[in-house]
């Protein structure tokens, strides 16, 4: 075998390592234990939903949401991002999500972390696509969807 073929081989291994089920599920599950919530399991007809939706903002890209029947975020950037980046960037919004009013604050957006760490969510799908203008979209569907105006996430 040659040495191209062997390097082409462990880049693609390390590309597809970095957004299995487990990556998704790892990166969901770690927001998910810091605020004492059960772990998601991985279910085959949220990505079959999830697939069929990248599928559709493959050609724009657009941060639209799929108006369907789980919860679900959205990311995207012009790199190609990877499952930790994605979960990652819902994480993030921890830092606006207040406890104690149940809200966010500034302004800013919360609702993509409260997702991740819905209690009563207990299944996630995620798909992945390069669109037309080279960005990455990563969606992830959730089941039962969360983020009920009132309730608290945990």
Do not use: I
């Not at 950037?77 to 921890?94: C, F, P, Y």
């Amino acid at each position: 075998m040659s040495l191209l073929l062997v390097c082409l081989m462990v880049v693609l291994q390390l590309a597809c390592a970095q957004n299995s089920p487990d990556d998704f599920l790892k990166a969901h599950n770690t927001g998910r234990a810091q605020v004492g919530v059960p772990p998601l399991a991985w279910k085959e007809s949220l990505v079959a939903y999830a697939q069929d939706y990248a599928k559709q903002r493959s050609g724009d890209c657009a941060m639209k949401h799929s108006e369907g029947p789980y919860g679900e975020n959205l990311a995207k950037g012009s790199w190609d991002v990877n499952a930790k980046e994605a979960v990652q960037m819902w994480l993030d919004e921890k830092k606006f999500y207040d406890e104690g009013s149940n809200s966010c604050t500034g302004g800013e957006m919360c609702g993509h972390y409260t997702q991740v760490v819905w209690k009563d969510s207990t299944h996630v799908g995620c798909a992945r696509t390069k669109c037309s203008n080279g960005w990455t979209f990563v969606t992830c569907n959730y089941d039962p969807p969360g983020n009920y105006v009132g309730e608290r996430p945990y």
